[in-house]
């Protein structure tokens, strides 16, 4: 059972099916795959899902269950399934799960979407999912939520607990040191790229020539969505959006472009600059690889979307409205950007409580 990689006939775009055991297509699954691309989600998402699906049908295979008479008892053992080491093997040790409980709700809520989509065509019975639960006070509170406060909403009838867990961020003088053992320009553009504009590696992998704008000193970087990067690079919403960036930023930009771009025709900004591949797109692979050659050379644990994060939480120090960090990071609801990254660290703490002792008189 493997999940591959085909090319639409009639677009010429890139997509995912699942492939059973006897090399033939699983047409529940890729029925709900195509549905998905009809709804335009990612790329991302539909390569996700078709992973989580494949690893449900390896287990309803493997326990030989009906998928369309599951109940839910069947779907309270997938979760063992997927928590269990070796799941031919039951061990009467303590061993640590395979799977993170994060990840665990993430491959449920991929099971619940699909047979979402099959009870509404009718291709299987009714399966009880959800349960109502009374509204509790949100973060964020959204227009006319007064009215709605009293109401029930629908929740997962199964879901695994996971435990509080916030993103790390970089210290500002950690994001230096990175930038200081980049060893060519592009490699430190790429990371002061990152830490400066907190877009995702997808994003910045696929930028253009023509997405970086720096007439009348505008200074903007445009994240344009696109499917037909030859780097498989990806961008996860939709939609466009403008990133503004330092002047700075564009000079090393203009530096890379002078000092250190190959004499190529290529419109991609991250290009390969040596070897046999020289002018060819930056891959993902190539982006690991720097990474952790800065880990080994710093001592810093890090990785790509650590600069975002760390970006986004220092907007959010800053001071800045939600809606516009929001934006900048291209979450389409704000409530991600709430739920991921509005945390207090121990040390956000203490600079409060100083404030507070400060404008108190205290001593």
Known sequence: MKVQKIKLPTTDEMTWILIGDDFLPIDSVNDYLSYLEALERSPNTIQSYA?????FWEFISQKHFNWRELEEPQLADFILWLRSPDPRVVSIESKEAKRTERTINTILSAVYSFYQYHQRQGTTKDLELYKEAKILNPKYKPLLYEMSKNKTTQTKLLKVKEPKKFPSTLKTEEVQ??????????????VKLLFETGIRIGEALGLRHEDINSVGGKNEIHI????????????????ERIVQVSGDLMRLYGRYIVDEYPDVDSDYVF???????????????????????LKKKTGIDVYAHLLRHTHATDLIRSGMDMAYVQKRL?????????????????DDMKQEYKKYLENQNYK
């Open 177 to 190: 040191k990175l930038v200081d053992g980049c060893n060519n320009i592009r490699n430190n553009f790429l």
């Open 224 to 239: 344009v969505p696109r499917n037909d990067n030859v780097n498989n690079a990806q961008n996860k919403p939709k939609s």
């Open 271 to 293: 290009v390969n600059i040596w070897k046999g591949e020289i002018g060819h797109p930056m891959k993902y692979s190539t982006v690991r690889g720097l990474f952790k050659s």
């Open 330 to 346: 291209g979450h389409a609801s704000i409530q991600t950007t709430i739920n991921t990254y509005v945390h207090l660290s121990d």
């Open 51 to 55: 992973h989580h699906l494949k690893l």
